[in-house]
């Protein structure tokens, strides 16, 4: 099938009143309510004056109706562009501009969105809230279940993702119908699933984990979702014995392990523990899988690819490894002359898949520059172990990712160095129990410059960013390290600020 949206129907089950997403305000919402819901939606948008490949922008709060939008615009044709509910005003309107979105839709509860939407003359603007809600639910009530789906090849765009450049400007990465059902198709197989099943599904749902791995291999499963809008541990500890698969980043199991309810009984129905989007300490891997009696399954992806490795049900995990490539993906290692490493060295990961994207949105130059003979460079370093497993090991481009979110220096950088006084800045990830890594801000101040407090850094970075940009810590120095070239070396900070930094963690 060519249609992303036609391979996820195909899947739903034939008696459409099976439960497909369990809420924890005691609704469940059936297989057949949604496909009722998002047909109703896809005539809304339709309507609108929306046509196949426009691009709907998508900034609302998890609920059950946001996950029957997106799959409204599989189903027209639409291409979906989720995007986070922290973003600010200049971030918003980036996205909107760049994408020449035709249709946004935004929380009925603030009128951030609206304005920004007005701002860049979106031609249809429509609200959705967590309660079922606002205008475009208004609108579904009043249109017809009957809706004919869209043709859309494999190459079609089904969405795009921006995911920040070491520059700071924002890329779309544009994702086909071929590329999403590819890598669906492949996790659902290679994951097991089986038809008692039920996942536990406490992500974001305007990123790749959340969005397309955990919803479409579920719903090509055509069983259950146990829906929270946010993750809370004790609400998570209470499902845990209704369901057998959870997905989750580093921060959900590092919060299930303060509680003293996580035991091996209450996980003995599940059958997979999923981490992703960050790197996942030793340390809480070795301590879920004493509590629970379960190894939790590391993989490793991107926006750009979907997921790329994985560690198998039915072979031992080790920590720090990320699994081995998928069956479909061709992935190397190759050191700096682009020559394939061997034994455990480590060099830049290159892949190439049906998963991999079709390019940076009207950025081709980009584009070309990330790609090489066919291959994707990451800009992810690693290792293959003995057995073959990968590890990663860094990241060539300068990122960090902090609670499941990519967060790029140069952006915070450039807004803490406009700032009056300010000479110079530096951001660097350090390792954080909760978020897996978050950010460490070193400043140098102008001769002469009055001094700036961290309270007021952070509070100027609080009005242009989203939350979980904002370094944890904030320091002045002297100067900064610089090699011969006159690099900053970032790697001589980490070591530099490595106790001040513990302390910190420590006591805040």
């Known amino acids: 099938m060519s249609s992303l949206f036609d391979l996820l129907r195909s899947r739903f089950p034939a008696d459409l009143t099976a439960p497909f997403l369990i809420l924890r305000d005691g609704r469940t919402l059936s297989y057949g309510d949604i496909d009722a819901l998002l047909a109703r939606f896809a005539n809304v948008l339709a309507a609108s004056g929306a046509q196949p490949g426009d691009r709907v922008a998508v900034q609302v709060e998890k609920s059950a109706e946001a996950v029957a939008l997106y799959l409204a615009c599989l189903r027209g044709g639409f291409v979906y562009l989720p995007l986070n509910s922290a973003y600010r005003d200049d971030e918003l309107e980036y996205f909107f501009t760049d994408a020449e979105a035709r249709v946004a839709v935004g929380d009925p509860t603030s009128t951030q969105c609206a304005d920004v939407a007005a701002k860049c003359k979106i031609a249809s603007y429509f609200t959705l809230g967590i309660h079922g809600d606002g205008t475009l639910m208004e609108a579904a009530h009043k249109a017809s279940t009957t809706h004919q789906p869209v043709v859309r090849e494999t190459d079609d765009l089904a969405a795009i993702l921006y995911s920040s450049g070491t520059t700071g400007k924002p890329k779309g990465v544009m994702l086909s119908n071929g590329n999403l059902a590819a890598n669906a198709l492949t996790l659902h197989k290679l994951w097991e699933f089986k038809s008692t099943d039920v996942l536990l599904h406490a992500l974001p749902i305007f990123h790749t984990h959340g969005l397309f791995v955990a919803l479409n291999t579920t719903i090509l499963n055509g069983t259950p979702i146990l829906f929270h809008t946010k993750f809370n541990a004790d609400d998570a500890i209470a499902d845990l014995p209704r369901a057998t698969v959870m997905m989750g980043v580093p921060t959900f199991?590092?919060?299930?392990?303060?509680?003293?309810?996580?035991?091996?009984?209450?996980?003995?129905?599940?059958?997979?523990?999923?981490?992703?989007?960050?790197?996942?300490?030793?340390?809480?891997?070795?301590?879920?899988?004493?509590?629970?009696?379960?190894?939790?399954?590391?993989?490793?992806?991107?926006?750009?690819?979907?997921?790329?490795?994985?560690?198998?049900?039915?072979?031992?995990?080790?920590?720090?490894?990320?699994?081995?490539?998928?069956?479909?993906?061709?992935?190397?290692?190759?050191?700096?002359?682009?020559?394939?490493?061997?034994?455990?060295?480590?060099?830049?990961?290159?892949?190439?898949?049906?998963?991999?994207?079709?390019?940076?949105?009207?950025?081709?130059?980009?584009?070309?520059?990330?790609?090489?003979?066919?291959?994707?460079?990451?800009?992810?370093?690693?290792?293959?172990?003995?057995?073959?497993?990968?590890?990663?090991?860094?990241?060539?481009?300068?990122?960090?990712?902090?609670?499941?979110?990519?967060?790029?220096?140069?952006?915070?950088?450039?807004?803490?160095?406009?700032?009056?006084?300010?000479?110079?800045?530096?951001?660097?990830?350090?390792?954080?129990?909760?978020?897996?890594?978050?950010?460490?801000?070193?400043?140098?101040?102008?001769?002469?410059?009055?001094?700036?407090?961290?309270?007021?850094?952070?509070?100027?970075?609080?009005?242009?960013?989203?939350?979980?940009?904002?370094?944890?810590?904030?320091?002045?120095?002297?100067?900064?390290?610089?090699?011969?070239?006159?690099?900053?070396?970032?790697?001589?900070?980490?070591?530099?600020?490595?106790?001040l930094w513990e302390r910190h963690i420590k006591t805040h």
């Open 253 to 499: 199991y590092v919060r299930l392990l303060n509680s003293a309810k996580l035991t091996k009984d209450l996980c003995k129905n599940m059958r997979l523990f999923i981490s992703g989007s960050a790197p996942l300490l030793e340390e809480t891997f070795r301590s879920f899988e004493e509590r629970t009696g379960h190894a939790i399954l590391e993989r490793y992806g991107m926006t750009e690819a979907g997921m790329i490795t994985s560690a198998l049900p039915q072979r031992p995990r080790r920590a720090n490894t990320v699994g081995w490539p998928l069956p479909d993906v061709t992935l190397r290692i190759v050191n700096e002359h682009g020559a394939d490493i061997s034994g455990d060295e480590t060099g830049e990961i290159h892949i190439k898949g049906p998963n991999v994207f079709k390019g940076y949105w009207r950025k081709p130059e980009k584009t070309a520059e990330d790609f090489i003979n066919g291959f994707f460079k990451t800009g992810d370093l690693a290792c293959f172990e003995p057995d073959g497993m990968i590890s990663i090991v860094g990241r060539a481009k300068d990122m960090m990712i902090s609670g499941g979110f990519n967060v790029y220096p140069k952006e915070i950088e450039t807004i803490i160095d406009g700032l009056p006084g300010v000479d110079e800045s530096a951001v660097v990830g350090m390792p954080h129990p909760d978020f897996g890594e978050a950010g460490l801000a070193i400043i140098t101040m102008k001769a002469g410059a009055a001094a700036l407090s961290s309270d007021a850094v952070t509070t100027a970075l609080k009005e242009a960013l989203a939350n979980y940009k904002i370094p944890k810590l904030v320091v002045f120095a002297d100067t900064l390290p610089r090699n011969a070239m006159g690099k900053v070396q970032k790697k001589e900070l980490r070591q530099t600020y490595a106790t």
